[in-house]
Every structure is written in structure tokens, then in C-alpha cells.
């Protein structure tokens, strides 16, 4: 799979080792940054970009990292076409995917270690969009709320 990874300083450690893991099971990766530590950054800087690109399909999942994972979950959720959730257990990394059409998970850097973040990844990657009709009716109502 194709998938798209960004984060600040806060994920910075933690992306790294997702890269190494994702690239190793096979997964193609595109690293949209911090290519290096700065602690002054910035996550919209590097989330905006690839929650884009999985909005028009350069990427087919993404990964969203800061130090909490708040605020990379609401960066990537301004873009159209995005669906991102902070996730904090292996039930709502399958689940989100599932039922809700979850195409961006979002962690803390902070909050989620290494091991736990893999597992979260690898639900998240794994997991398929069920497309039953009562999912589909909340997502429209959903993406008819205005911004």
C-alpha cells in the first residue's frame, strides 16, 4: 500500500520507526516531513501536505504524528476528503476503517509508544471499508455539515 506519513517534532522519533517498520512490510512510503528534528516546528506544515495528497489519492492511507495527536487530527481533518481520528486502541483502528471510511490515522508522539503504534498501524492499514448502507447514510450526513 502507498501510504503517506507526516509529523512535527512531537512525532518526530516515532516516525521514524514507523518508516523503517512500514518500508520493511512492504508498504511504498512517502515521507512528507519533518525530515529533520526542529523544535520550533510546526504539524500543519507537514500534515496539510499529506492529508492532501490522500484527499486526491497520491497516497491511499495516511499517518498523522505530533505530540499529542490532537492537533495533527484536526490539520488533516480541514482538507475535504479526509477522514482522521486520533486513535488510541486496536478496536477504533479497525473500526474507524470499517465504518466510518477512516483514511488518516492520527497518534501522539507523546502519548502512544513505538509497539503500540505499529499495532494501531497495521489495523489500520489491514482494515476495509464495509460500504453498508447504514455507514453510508452517516457519512452523508456527515459531509453535508458546513464548514
Not at 492532501?52 to 495533527?72: P, Y
Not at 476503517?97 to 509508544?113: A, K, L, P, Q
Not at 489491514?126 to 455539515?145: D, M, N, T, W
Amino acid at each position: 500500500m502507498r501510504v503517506g506519513i507526516a509529523t512535527d517534532h512531537g512525532g518526530f522519533g516515532l516516525k521514524q520507526e514507523l518508516v523503517g517498520l512500514l518500508r520493511a512490510a512492504g508498504h511504498e512510503v512517502v515521507d512528507f516531513g519533518a525530515s529533520s528534528l526542529v523544535p520550533a516546528d510546526d504539524y500543519p506544515d507537514y500534515v496539510v501536505p499529506m492529508a492532501r495528497a490522500v484527499a486526491e489519492g497520491r497516497v491511499e492511507r495516511g499517518i498523522a504524528i505530533c505530540g499529542s495527536g490532537v492537533g495533527a487530527s484536526l490539520a488533516a481533518n480541514r482538507i475535504e476528503g479526509v477522514r482522521a481520528a486520533l486513535i488510541h486502541d486496536h478496536f477504533s483502528a479497525r473500526q474507524g476503517v470499517e465504518d466510518d471510511h477512516m483514511n488518516v490515522i492520527c497518534m501522539g508522539g507523546r502519548t502512544v509508544g513505538p509497539s503500540v503504534a505499529w499495532d494501531l498501524v497495521q489495523t489500520f492499514l489491514a482494515a476495509s471499508y464495509s460500504g453498508e448502507e447504514r455507514h453510508l447514510r452517516r457519512l452523508k450526513k456527515v459531509a453535508s455539515i458546513g464548514r
